[in-house]
Structures are given as C-alpha cells and as structure tokens.
C-alpha cells in the first residue's frame, strides 16, 4: 500500500480518488493544482497550487516529499502535465497512473464535426453557423480572435484573459448544467453551432443532449494522444485497482 499519493488533480475525479484516498489509514493524499481556477472547492487531505517547474522540477518534489505514487487526474486536454508527469514518474522510479474518464461518442441524431485541434474548430466553425457556444474553457479562445464574422456566447467560471474574439458575450458559471439549463442557454442566445472539447464524463454532456433535440451541429475538438508507452485507466476504482487498494 502507497504511503504517499500525488494526484495532479482538477477533475472531479481527482476529487473522489482523494476523499477516497485520504479516509484510508496509513495513506497521505495530496493533490496538486495548477491554479487556473481562482476559488476551487475544498478537497480531502493535503492540498498545494502552482507548478512545479517541469518535468523535472516535478521529479525533484516527488523525491523530495517522499511520494510512492502519482496519479495524473488532470483534464484530457492537459497534455504538457500529462507529459511531465510521465517524464518525473520515470526519473524519480515510481509507478504513474493516467486517470481518464472516456471520451464521448455520438449516438443516433447527432451531428458532430470531428476535428484535432482548435485552429481546426476554427476553419471549420464559418461553414456551420454564426452564432457559436464556444464551451471549450477559457483558454484557447484566441484562436477565434480572428473570426471577426461570427458572434461567440463564451461561458466561463472565471472571466478569460484577451484577446478574445470581436463580438464575443461572456457568461460566468460553474456546473454542472442540466439539459433544460443548456437548452434555455441555445434558445436564448440564438445559437446555431457549439464547439467543445472531448473532456468525457456526464458533467459537461448535457450541452450535447440540448444540441441534439435542437438539430444543432457540434464541433467536437478529439483528445491529444497520451506520451508513448502511457495507458490509462477510465475511472477510480481502476486506480485504486492499479494502486493495490481495494474500492470501498
């Protein structure tokens, strides 16, 4: 049994894996946070914010604080700590587990609009519509900037850094959202596309549900690929499995 678990946290199953990990005698959970959010929630056991300054940096607290295992819980689209991670685990010799919850995929009535990147979201969102629910977080939207043609409806938790794009309406809010709040959001702000990332799991699906009643096409951004010789495990039991705990 680990005495110490590193979770590279910010999903909500990063907040579940602690709660679970932190009632356990005998075990020390920390979790880390990148501080992209200004007031997260309060989390079970030990708690830092910041980076660690690379790979190596990361390497240099998991020796330092004495971690046996490190759990990367981040969202999938943080592929540069999802990378660092790989490299530190591998540097300082202890075991790292991916956690990812599955991505989405399309069911019957669906109009989706595969694409691998945000400047790809973006060539492809003027053929499609010019009222765009821009639901891929607060960074990144100045890959939009550009489109000065199309008006954005951008929700947020916290309000994002310019450059934004020209004609852009910011709505501050924190799920998760129902598909009736998410239906009410299209209708009101007239919208006729929604981009989003693949970030997976039934907190953030319920946009999708919405946009498929209204017959909207979605652009959907598809996960990075994970570092070489890195799999990951779809959920926390998985973890505890791969930690040698069994699931409370």
Request: aromatic letters at 4%; hydrophobic letters at 45%; a positive charge.
């Amino acid at each position: 049994m680990p005495a110490h678990v590193l979770i590279l946290g910010g999903t909500t199953e990063a907040r579940r894996l602690a709660a679970d990990l932190a009632a356990r005698p005998g075990v020390r959970v920390t979790t880390s946070l990148a501080g992209r959010v200004a007031a997260p929630g309060a989390l079970p056991g030990e708690v830092r914010t910041g980076g660690f300054g690379g790979a190596q940096g990361l390497a240099d607290w998991l020796r330092a604080h004495h971690v046996d295992a490190l759990v990367d819980a981040t969202h999938p689209f943080a592929e540069s700590i999802t990378a660092n991670a790989a490299r530190a685990a591998a540097s300082a010799g202890i075991p790292l587990t991916v956690l990812r919850r599955p991505g989405w995929r399309p069911v019957p009535g669906d109009r989706w609009h595969d694409v691998p990147s945000l400047p790809a979201a973006a060539e492809t969102l003027p053929r499609l519509g010019r009222r765009v629910f821009l639901s891929t977080g607060r960074l990144g939207l100045a890959t939009f900037a550009r489109l000065t043609g199309l008006h954005f409806v951008v929700r947020s938790v916290d309000p994002p850094a310019p450059p934004l794009p020209p004609h852009t309406e910011l709505v501050l809010a924190r799920g998760p959202f129902t598909v009736p709040d998410e239906t009410d959001l299209l209708r009101a702000h007239r919208i006729d596309v929604l981009v989003t990332k693949d970030s997976g799991g039934a907190a953030t699906a319920a946009k999708l549900t919405a946009a498929r009643d209204l017959g909207l096409p979605v652009v959907v951004v598809r996960r990075p690929a994970l570092p070489p010789d890195v799999t990951a495990v779809p959920d926390v039991a998985a973890v505890l499995g791969r930690l040698g705990l069994d699931p409370a």
